[in-house]
């Protein structure tokens, strides 16, 4: 299949491990199925993907590329992933503007080798990626990296405070 015909998914998860690994493997999937594969990572974690994986890790993959957007953290800490509250700030104040102007790039690029992008998938914790899809007219699929039963428990926490059951008293 030429690259031209093929679907285009941009993959973009919150910038944790336990995100990034399941919507990696779903890429991989998709990629198997014919898919062209961009897995939007953040500066950092690209930086500690190669840190961890090598240089080489990920060359060798044809029609899956990955690219990076800044997600506002300063470079010179190591360990910046690690203060949630500060992440989650950062990706809300920092990633929208940067996530756009990387769908346009990969759309306006006139002679370019990917194919125009048919679709975004999304962590669920990134809600700015469906504002982007929404304003360029490209579809957004999310998709919640948690297991099924941590999803029942945010769904269900609003039921368990109005009955009084949460959270905890006296524990």
């Known amino acids: 299949m030429e690259a031209a015909e093929k679907p285009h998914a941009v993959m973009i998860s919150f910038p944790s491990q336990g995100h990034v690994k399941p919507l990696l493997?779903?890429?991989?999937?998709?990629?198997?199925r014919g898919f062209y594969?961009?897995?939007?990572?953040?500066?950092?974690?690209q930086r500690r993907?190669?840190?961890?994986?090598?240089p080489d890790s990920l060359t060798?993959?044809?029609?899956?590329?990955f690219k990076t957007i800044p997600d506002g953290l300063p470079s010179s800490d190591e360990d910046a992933t690690q203060d949630v509250a500060?992440?989650?700030?950062?990706v809300r104040r920092n990633m929208l503007s940067h996530f756009r102007k990387l769908l346009r790039?990969?759309?306006?690029?006139a002679p370019s080798p990917n194919p125009p992008v048919?679709?975004?998938?999304?962590?669920?914790?990134?809600?700015?990626?469906?504002?982007?899809?929404?304003?360029?007219?490209?579809?957004?699929?999310?998709?919640?990296?948690?297991?099924a039963c941590a999803f029942m428990?945010?769904?269900?926490?609003p039921a368990l405070i109005k009955r009084g059951l949460a959270p905890l008293q006296g524990t």
């Open 86 to 90: 500060a992440l989650c700030g950062s």
């Open 105 to 109: 790039q990969l759309n306006d690029a």
């Open 25 to 32: 493997k779903l890429a991989k999937l998709l990629h198997r």
């Open 153 to 157: 428990g945010f769904y269900q926490y």
């Open 60 to 65: 060798g993959l044809p029609d899956f590329q």
């Open 37 to 45: 594969i961009t897995f939007v990572n953040t500066d950092f974690n």
């Open 118 to 147: 048919t679709c975004i998938v999304s962590d669920a914790v990134m809600p700015f990626t469906v504002t982007a899809a929404q304003e360029l007219g490209i579809p957004v699929a999310v998709y919640w990296t948690f297991p």
């Open 49 to 54: 993907f190669l840190k961890a994986r090598g």
